[in-house]
């Protein structure tokens, strides 16, 4: 199975600021991680599919990059409506697996 | 807009069973990946088991193979999951979702979630 290591559990950031967030997989794939955004009391929403590509929809300033054992996921400026719990997610090998999740704060 | 209904939740024995349903509509169900996606409250998301249209791909989470069973009814646009042996550590928000993407499979479009609580 393939295991995700997301960090950091918690960041708190600045309007404006550019926040970074890490999911390390215990073996090597290629493009088939996802990024999810929840916020408090909803369902997620999927912000990038195929590692670095945007889906519909949703904001620019959200990128993602990576291959092989390390991805990431950029806001290139925080915006209060970014509050949210992003978690990432490997779909090349069943068993699926998320990660554990980031708390995204406003300070 | 793509509409996704989990219903069949509630309160259940340890291990007795217990049946989920998605009702989908506003999307070509017949094309469609589907999963299920469970979050404990409080907790980070759990994939629990995929589908693909024909049932050619099937995959569990390692916590509910050789309990849970995915299957659906095109004809009718529904998913299921049959939950057998439930444990306490299945007590969970039961999410229904869809891939919304021809070029990716993962999920895509949420429900709203069906509440599973697992207790004696």
């Known amino acids: 199975d393939i295991q995700m290591t997301q960090s950091p559990s918690t960041l708190s950031a600045s309007i404006g600021d550019r926040v970074t967030i890490t999911c390390r997989a215990s073996?090597?794939?290629?493009?088939?991680l996802a990024w999810y955004q929840q916020k408090p009391g909803k369902a997620p929403t999927v912000l990038i599919s195929?590692?670095?590509s945007l889906d519909s929809g949703v904001p620019s300033r959200f990128r993602g990059s990576g291959s092989g054992t390390e991805f990431t996921l950029t806001i290139t400026s925080l915006q209060p409506d970014d509050l949210a719990t992003y978690y990432c997610?490997?779909?090349?090998?069943?068993?699926?697996?998320f990660g554990q999740g980031t708390k995204v704060e406003i300070k | 807009e793509v509409q996704l209904v989990a219903s069949g939740g509630g309160l259940v024995q340890p291990g007795r069973s217990l049946r989920l349903s998605c009702t989908a509509s506003?999307?070509?169900?017949?094309?469609?990946?589907m999963h299920w996606v469970r979050q404990a409250p409080g907790k980070g998301l759990e994939w629990v088991s995929t589908m693909t249209w024909d049932g050619s791909s099937i995959g569990y989470a390692d916590s509910v193979r050789g309990r849970f069973t995915i299957s659906r009814d095109n004809a009718k646009n529904s998913l299921y999951l049959q939950m057998n042996s439930l444990r306490a550590e299945d007590t969970a928000f039961y999410y229904c979702t869809k891939s919304t993407r021809g070029d990716s499979w993962n999920p895509g479009a949420w429900g709203q979630g069906t509440l599973v609580t697992v207790s004696s």
């Open positions: 073996r090597s794939f290629s493009t088939w």
């Open positions: 997610l490997q779909y090349d090998t069943y068993p699926w697996t």
């Open positions: 195929k590692a670095s």
């Open positions: 506003d999307f070509t169900f017949d094309e469609s990946v």
